[in-house]
């Protein structure tokens, strides 16, 4: 039994990391870059203006590929894939969140890799190479700066699939993270990202098998952290401290850290089942998963309560662990996150529940998670349970 811990991104953290961007592009051999970001964001903080004037002044040619959403959408992949080959682009910058990062890496992988991009997403092609990608990051939440993910939605489709694809090739070259930059992030997104935050922590404490009890404190810290600024974040949104340590905690939930030492890598039912709801639903991915998880806990607590007993002791000095996890849920609440699919905005029946969770299990063809592994049946209840009908 071992595991894996693989984090080769040059991370320079800290107030003016973005200033560093040329010098790193250049330290990458990069000549011409994309530069690819979302909606607007970084045009209103002044943001993209400084990044171009820098790559300016360090002589580094780019283009630009803005429009970047939410749930990330393949269409757009293969615009940027077309770009990069027409202009001849050698490395592709992201200056956003987890979305616009996301996108880019895809674009690296289609670039590199030719044919259907969507290939590699659906399964059937294996990832063997990427155009090199770095990173601005402007959104504490999905630690797609240090983790090997990219999660991209299919809108050619119907039914939409939402669909990541995991390889070290997606590790990138670089992540500049200024908390200043997350200064202008909405109280919602802030609440959003630090639930995100949690998740991938949770989501590795949950597993069968070996657990080291150094990676259990680890975890332990890194959850009250979260918990301790998110609501600093909320209050007061330029509070340098809580900023810092909320965009840390997200870099290292989910570079691999939080699952050393341990038999495997973890749970991620929550983050199936939620990936059903942002795809169809287009909800923000951290209220799916507040959402989901107090339901999955319950379902899956009788398989090894002590598991939740070690959690509710080491977070929040609680022993019971059914209490335990309704104080999880208080403190979504207490941010404003959902703790029922009600809370997103959604009217579930059953009938809704039924096909959210044949979308997850591919119409019976996969069962998902590790701590207890759920088949379609199991899912079903679980949205029936978060949609208040359980
Ligand atoms: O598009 P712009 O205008 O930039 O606005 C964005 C967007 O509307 C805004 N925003 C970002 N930085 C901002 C800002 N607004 C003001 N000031 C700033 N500094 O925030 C909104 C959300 O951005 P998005 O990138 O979508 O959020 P997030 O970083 O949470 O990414 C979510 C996506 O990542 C996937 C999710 O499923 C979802 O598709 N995930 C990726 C993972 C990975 N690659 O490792 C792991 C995660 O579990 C997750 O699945
Ligand atoms: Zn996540």
């Known amino acids: 039994m071992t595991m894996g811990y693989y984090a080769p991104t040059n991370v320079h953290f800290g107030a003016g990391a973005e200033d560093k961007v040329a010098e790193v592009l250049k330290a990458e051999g990069a000549t011409k870059v994309l530069i690819h970001f979302g909606g607007g964001s970084v045009k209103r903080s002044g943001l993209l203006d400084k990044v171009e004037k820098l790559l300016s002044e360090g002589g580094i040619e780019y283009v630009e590929l803005g429009g970047v959403v939410p749930n990330p959408r393949v269409s757009l992949v293969r615009k940027g894939i077309e770009l990069v080959k027409s202009e001849g682009v050698d490395f592709i910058l992201a200056v956003g969140g987890g979305s616009v990062l996301d996108s880019a890496k895809a674009i690296g992988y289609g670039v590199y890799g030719g044919g259907d991009v969507w290939d590699f997403y659906c399964g059937n092609r294996k990832v063997e190479g990427t155009l090199p990608v770095g990173v601005i990051l ?38 500049l993270l200024d908390p200043e930059l997350t200064y202008t992030v909405s109280k919602y997104q802030t609440a959003c990202g630090a639930t995100d935050i949690m998740m991938h922590t949770l989501e590795r404490y949950f597993h069968q098998g070996y657990a080291l009890d150094f990676t259990d404190q680890m975890s332990f810290t890194l959850l009250k952290e979260v918990m301790k600024n998110a609501p600093v974040a909320l209050e007061h949104p330029d509070d340098y401290d809580a900023r810092a340590n909320i965009m840390w905690c997200g870099t290292l939930s989910h570079n691999g850290l939080m699952a050393t030492g341990n038999a495997n890598k973890g749970d991620w039912a929550c983050h199936q089942i939620e990936h059903e709801l942002s ?9 799916g998963l507040a959402a989901i998880w107090g339901s999955w806990a319950r379902y899956v607590l009788s398989v090894d309560p002590e598991r939740f007993v070690k959690l509710g002791e080491g977070v929040f000095g609680e022993s019971d662990p059914v209490k335990a996890i309704e104080k999880f849920e208080e403190f979504f609440r207490s941010i404003g996150m959902p703790t029922d699919i009600k809370g997103l905005g959604l009217d579930f029946d059953e009938a809704a529940c039924r096909t959210a969770a044949l979308g997850v299990t591919f119409q019976n063809a996969r069962k998902i998670g590790n701590f207890k592994v759920l088949d379609t049946e199991d899912i079903f209840n679980i949205y029936m349970m978060a949609a208040g009908l359980k």
Do not use: C, Q, W
Not at 279 to 287: P, T
């Open 279 to 287: 795809a169809e639903h287009d909800v923000a991915h951290g209220a």
């Open 138 to 175: 402007t959104l504490a939440a999905t630690g797609s700066e240090m983790s090997d993910s990219s999660v991209i939605t299919n809108d050619e489709t119907d039914p939409i699939y939402k669909r990541g694809v995991n390889t070290d090739f997606g590790r990138v070259k670089f992540a």
